[in-house]
Nanobody, 124 residues
Framework: QLQLVESGGGLVQPGGSLRLSCAAS????????IGWFRQAPGEERKGVAC???????TELDPVKGRFTISSDNAKNTVYLQMNTLKPEDTAVYYC??????????????????WGQGTQVTVSS
């Protein structure tokens, strides 16, 4: 059974850093694209970054240059390193998976499996 579990969220001051983890089971990362999304209250879920074996890495505006996606295939875990956090980064962060190696999608509709989310709050 495929399962994604996010962790690492919390409360951080503006300018601080957090590293989110997405631990995957029931799949092999080499065969799947993994995306990170976030959803703020009252807003739609939006893509943040994604990674796949052949499609490489995509980090989307407005996090480009501040957030970095990476994977540790030995641990079957994908990370989202978030630096220089801003209050507008406050959201529930989700990871998602789809069986694909040639691309990774920035859209919710591009994924089949979702984690339960982890809350990130940036506030002084």
């Amino acid at each position: 059974q495929l399962q994604l579990v996010e962790s690492g969220g919390g409360l951080v001051q503006p300018g601080g850093s957090l590293r989110l983890s997405c631990a995957a089971s029931g799949l092999t990362l080499d065969d799947y694209a993994i995306g990170w999304f976030r959803q703020a209250p009252g807003e739609e879920r939006k893509g943040v970054a994604c990674i796949s074996r052949r499609g490489g890495i995509t980090e989307l505006d407005p996090v480009k240059g501040r957030f970095t996606i990476s994977s540790d295939n030995a641990k079957n875990t994908v990370y989202l390193q978030m630096n220089t956090l801003k209050p507008e980064d406050t959201a529930v962060y989700y990871c998602a998976a789809v069986r694909a190696t040639r691309y990774c999608s920035a859209y919710v509709s591009g994924y089949d499996y979702w984690g339960q989310g982890t809350q990130v709050t940036v506030s002084s």
